[in-house]
Each structure stands twice: as C-alpha cells, then as structure tokens.
C-alpha cells in the first residue's frame, strides 16, 4: 500500500506563492508518475498536471501554465508543486496522487494524497 502525505498548504494573498510537498515512505517512489489534482468548492475535480518517473513534468490547466511547477527529488521520496502568481481562482484543496503508469491518465491513479487547502484571498 502506497501512502501519500502532503503538506505545505495555507492561505495566502494575490500575488503569492506556495508550495506543496507529497511525500510517500514507499521504496520504489522513483518507478511512479505523480499527478497533482485541485477540487473547488462546487466543481469537479481537475487534474493540474504530472510529472513522471523519469523527470518530464506537464502542466495541464491553461490558466496555471507559466505559474506552476511541478518537481520531484527521488532521494527523498517527494514530489513538490510550486505555485508562483496565485489567484482568487486557485483556491481549492490540492491532491497529489501516484500512478504506475507513465503516462498516466486522470482515472488511472491508484493512490492519494490527504488533501490539502489553499485559499487564495485578494
């Protein structure tokens, strides 16, 4: 059983910056694809964007491109997003989730992360 805990979440104004760390004690981390997921209040859950085993990360939301990073250190067993120039509109709780795949689709996670809130105030 993989299991994921996150940390790093917060409230924070317009402008700033968070990042948020997912950190599995699993032996075999550097084999996963880890994807980053948000889900606001009354809204389905969206997939922000991946990074696989091997380095190459992608963000998927248009509107987080050129603000947000998505890195690992395979040392330590931790996946990490860097969110830069938050918005109102990147308020939501953050998932981290872990795929065998590479790639991997949004249905094709088979762990997750806790889940963890930012709020992002004007």
Same mark, same amino acid.
């Given at each position: 059983?993989?299991?994921?805990?996150?940390?790093?979440? +917060?409230?924070?104004?317009?402008?700033?910056?968070?990042?948020?760390?997912?950190?599995?004690?699993?032996?075999?981390? #550097?084999?996963?694809?880890? +994807?980053?997921?948000?889900?606001?209040?009354?809204?389905?859950?969206?997939?922000?964007?991946?990074?696989?085993?091997?380095?190459?990360?992608?963000?998927?939301?248009?509107?987080?491109?050129?603000?947000?990073?998505?890195?690992?250190? #395979?040392?330590?067993?931790?996946?990490?997003?860097?969110?830069?120039?938050?918005?109102?509109?990147?308020?939501?709780?953050?998932?981290?989730?872990?795929?065998?795949?590479?790639?991997?689709?949004?249905?094709?996670?088979?762990?997750?992360?806790?889940?963890?809130?930012?709020?992002?105030?004007?």
């Amino acid at each position: 059983q993989v299991q994921l805990v996150q940390s790093g979440g +917060g409230w924070v104004q317009a402008g700033g910056s968070l990042t948020l760390s997912c950190v599995t004690s699993v032996h075999t981390f #550097n084999t996963y694809t880890v +994807g980053w997921f948000r889900q606001a209040p009354g809204k389905e859950r969206e997939y922000v964007g991946a990074i696989h085993w091997s380095g190459p990360s992608f963000v998927f939301v248009d509107s987080a491109k050129g603000r947000f990073t998505i890195t690992r250190d #395979n040392a330590k067993n931790t996946a990490y997003l860097q969110m830069n120039s938050l918005k109102t509109e990147d308020t939501a709780v953050y998932y981290c989730a872990a795929s065998r795949l590479s790639p991997a689709a949004r249905s094709e996670y088979d762990y997750w992360g806790q889940g963890t809130q930012v709020t992002v105030s004007s």
